[in-house]
């Protein structure tokens, strides 16, 4: 049976997965105590104890870590790190300002580091070792996202000749999805480009391997040199 410290940092999760939009009451209620009728006074005592969890010496005001804002419950990003919150918004705007297009010869070293700023941020699965419904949805987003930031920064380097530094962010998303061809074939292709010739031949050869296992034919190692 998981301790106290366990099941605050539990509720901590819930409502950091929310981000700054943060969660109602009910829904908090639901998501820990399911098909459970009034426990008002319960989650009253969780959020207590959960404050006391973010302010044991009681230094600040209860609502300076945990806020109700329009009804909802939300932890202050200005006094708490939220890790899924910082991820989302430094993804998001890395995305959004170098993932789209190509990018200026001036600004590439500063793609580069936004793009690597927000994959260091992704450090695991969300939530590991819980599989509610709610949980798996937040993680495979936050997935998801974490592979489109991957991938962009991947493409970025190939796009500005840097085929050795694309090499170990197409060889994460391949240990994450071995069966995706589009990042076998720009593994392949990045390794070929930076003259890596022999291991741009073993990276064909567990591309097809991984395509055999699918039933999906193989594009031939002629074919991608030609």
């Given amino acids: 049976m998981p301790g106290p410290r366990a099941r605050r940092t539990r509720r901590c ?18 998501l820990l105590w399911p098909e459970t009728r ?41 006094w708490v790190e939220h890790d899924v919150d910082d ?9 959004g300002r170098y993932a789209d297009g190509p990018v200026a010869a001036a600004e590439e070293s500063q793609a580069v580091a936004a793009l690597e700023a927000a994959a260091s941020l992704y450090t695991g699965e969300f939530a590991d070792g819980e599989e509610a419904d709610w949980v798996l949805e937040i993680r495979e987003e936050l997935d998801a996202l974490a592979r489109r930031v991957v991938r962009a920064l991947a493409l ?41 010739y022999g291991e741009a031949r073993i990276a064909h050869r567990r591309y097809a391997e991984r395509m ?9 190692w002629e074919a991608l040199t030609a």
């Fill in 13 to 30: 999760a819930f409502i950091a997965a929310h981000g700054s939009t943060g969660i109602s009451r009910a829904r908090l209620a639901e």
């Fill in 38 to 78: 009034d426990v008002s006074n319960r989650l009253s005592v969780a959020l207590s104890h959960l404050r006391a969890t973010l302010d044991p010496d009681k230094a600040y005001g209860s609502d300076h870590f945990l806020r109700t804002e329009s009804g909802r419950l939300v932890l202050a990003a200005d």
């Fill in 87 to 95: 991820f989302r918004r430094a993804a998001g705007s890395a995305l």
């Fill in 156 to 196: 970025l380097h190939l796009r500005r000749g840097a085929a050795d530094a694309a090499v170990p962010w197409l060889t994460r998303l391949l240990s994450a999805d071995p069966y995706d061809e589009p990042d076998h074939l720009a593994l392949i292709e990045a390794l070929r480009v930076a003259g890596r």
């Fill in 212 to 220: 055999a296992q699918l039933g999906v034919p193989a594009q031939p």
